[in-house]
């Protein structure tokens, strides 16, 4: 079946007591078994709710796994992966990601005895040279955020498989309907649901999707004893969610093209970061891996003061100043201060994310509408 079919029918059966097209919102924290220990696969709602199953199916199909599970957040979905490791495991990952992984990692589980590498995985030889006896996992994101690097990830899936080591990718800014890594070699992949799989901006959820049934079970364990699990109306909204995802990464990628090939035309901006420019040093591994570019998009003005970065970021209308991204509307943010603040400043410079770095979520509006919208902002 071809993506925009899956997107449509997948993890869909007609509810079989009604016949309702859509999965209900099965809004129930119990089910009542015939007998002791007899029942219909359901006994408490933090292990199984059939609306998030029903999600959780569709979820694998779209990104060609066997297994998803979803989790409260994208965060949470994180932090399961982490806790399949135990004290002294190091884990291998990227010097330039989402800045709530960062604090995740360095924050809580650094305390619990879990070493992680911050390395540039764009570069596959300096992956190989920090794995160690103790490396259990490699953490990728591709592309990242803000910066837009691209990482190989068949290139990186081929030495863990070599090493016995998992290999995790953060498929949230390319979504599944551009990138699979599962395809490419990957073990696990996370997605902050919140973004383009929701697609809407009203729900906050994660997903980690596998091929692997052990894996699977000890993931599984992990969501039910730790216990952040959506609740049964936003599984609901994400199944919604997705059967757009197609068309709205469409329209995502062409106003994104556009957007970013007029901001580097603008006398104004000094740099753009963007995979689908042909000098973008990823470009070439892009290309490969995923199906298109994506809407997402960062640049910096050549006046480069904060100040007149915070000008910008506060006239714009259409592009709403906020945090997330991957919603139909556009939404306009400041690394240094809002998304990624929870970085050192100093780690922040030292990995190219400067005080003045802007990035965009393209949404699905009118593109002159929006070139517009920034030509007044930038001036
Ligand atoms: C938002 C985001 C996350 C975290 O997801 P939440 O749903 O906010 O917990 C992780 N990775 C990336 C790339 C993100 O953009």
Known sequence: MKPATKFIHAGAEPDPSTGAIMTPIFQTSTYVQEAP???KGFEYAR???PT???LEEALAIIENGKFGLAFSSGVAATDAVIKLLTPGDEVICANDMYGGTYRLFTKVFERFGIVFKYID?????NVS???????KLVWLETPTNPLMNITDIAAIASITKEKNILLAVDNTFASPALQNPLDLGADIVMHSVTKYLGGHSDVIQGALVMNDADLREKLYFIQKSCGAVPGPMDCFLVLR???TLGVRMKAHCENGTKIAHWLRSHPKIAKVYWPGFEDHPGYAV???QMKDFGGMISFELKNDSVEEARRVLSSTHLFSLAESLGGVESLINHPASMTHASIPREERIKNGLSDSLIRLSVGIEDTDDLIEDLEKAIG
Request: no cysteine; proline share 0%.
């Open 129 to 135: 040279d920090a794995i160690t006896s103790k490396t």
């Open 241 to 243: 969610g997705i059967k």
């Open 121 to 125: 995985t764009t570069n596959t030889k």
């Open 286 to 288: 892009a290309k490969k």
């Open 47 to 49: 292990s199984q709710n």
């Open 52 to 54: 998030r199953k029903a």
């Open 37 to 39: 220990g007899v029942n």
